[in-house]
């Protein structure tokens, strides 16, 4: 989902609300994936874990005003359905709350495109490999026979430290140059090159 903009304005406008330090969109969008204790700690370093639930509040009241305009990459409905009827099995492993995915997934329509889920308030965030271990298992495959899609360097350093494949996509939450330094098996603009990679080598 094209969400990445306003997840850092929801934590900037919640840390303004609470006269925290504001972050910069660079380090805002940098948590995006991670856990709500790894997020607020990156991002504001000096403030007390004890004041995490009154950001993490604050934050969501944001993120809701804007949530329901967030849309989904253009073409990505698609080429789930489509991967979904030539038998792939699909995953999520995400920073999100059971709870944000739920809904997520329910606002999109996109929930029985996916075979398993993970999210970061059910084991360890970002980039520990547990969410990629655990939806493994659940699936009965191996790691040399899945591959990791992600945004941003936090999915990279999880697929690698689970020893997985991994692909970058650029137009998510970090930059192409940071994305390569992780060594992806490609690293695509848009939807449609993904689609097309996936086509090719999948």
């Known amino acids: 989902m094209d969400s990445a903009a306003c997840i850092a304005l ?4 919640a840390c303004q609300d609470l006269g925290f330090p504001v972050p910069s969109e660079r380090d805002a969008r940098y948590v995006i994936g991670l856990g709500l204790h790894d997020a607020m700690a990156h991002i504001l370093p000096d403030v007390a874990v004890s004041e995490y639930p009154r950001i993490s509040e604050r934050y969501r009241y944001h993120f809701l005003q804007h949530d329901s305009t967030t849309a989904l990459f253009s073409g990505v409905a698609e080429m789930l359905h489509a ?3 030539a038998g792939y099995l699909l995953a999520v492993a995400t920073g999100k709350s059971r709870r944000g995915l739920n809904r997520a997934l329910a606002d999109t329509g996109l929930r029985d495109c996916f075979d398993a889920t993970r999210c970061a308030d059910e084991g360890h965030s970002k980039p520990d490999p547990g969410m990629l271990h655990r939806l493994l298992e659940m699936l009965h495959v191996t790691p040399q026979r899945a591959l990791m899609i992600g945004d941003t360097t936090h999915d990279m350093a999880m697929a690698r430290a ?30 449609r090159a993904l689609w097309r990679w996936l086509v090719e080598h999948g």
């Open 10 to 13: 929801s934590l900037q406008s």
């Open 83 to 85: 991967l979904r009827a």
């Open 162 to 191: 689970a020893g997985m494949e991994r692909l970058a996509v650029r137009h998510g939450a970090h930059e192409e140059c940071d994305l390569l330094e992780y060594d992806p098996v490609a690293c695509v603009g848009d939807c």
